[in-house]
Structure formats: C-alpha cells, structure tokens
C-alpha cells in the first residue's frame, strides 16, 4: 500500500504539531512531533492515528486575557 500523506500535508494535525514543538510541551508529546515532522510517509501513516488520539486527549487550551489570573481560558462547565 501505498502512503502519500506526511505531516505537513496533514490538516487536521500539522497545526497541533507545530505547536508542540513551539510552545513548552511534555518532552514525550515534543519528542512525538519532532518524529511526525521528520517521518516520511510510511512512517507518518504508523504515527497518525496515534497523533490524533494524543490530540484528542492533549488538545491545548488557548491562551487569552488573563480572566482566571493565570493567563489561560477558565474552562466551560
């Protein structure tokens, strides 16, 4: 089978990625992306769906306004 698709083609996770690479992020989630960038296709289609998972469990609060006196978004309840 064959795989077209690397990380910066892949819309739904590239932002996500680079994000972590840019902003402090736990050095697994760091490590992961530095490897997702650098994979080539066949090796991005093993890391993806792990990537989206991660992402789904790791999705990063925006940060705003300090609203709750630490400079992050107070969550929804």
């Known amino acids: 089978m064959k795989h077209s698709l690397v ?3 892949d819309a739904a996770l590239i932002d996500w990625l680079l994000e972590l690479l840019e902003e402090p992020s736990p050095r697994f989630l760091s490590f992961l992306a530095e490897a997702a960038i650098l994979a080539d296709s066949e090796e991005y289609a093993v890391l993806r769906p792990g990537l989206l998972m991660l992402k789904r469990k790791h999705l990063r609060v925006p940060v705003t306004s ?3 006196g630490r ?3 107070s969550p929804s309840v």
Do not use: L, V
């Open 7 to 9: 990380a910066f083609d």
């Open 66 to 68: 300090s609203k709750n």
């Open 71 to 73: 400079g992050r978004a």
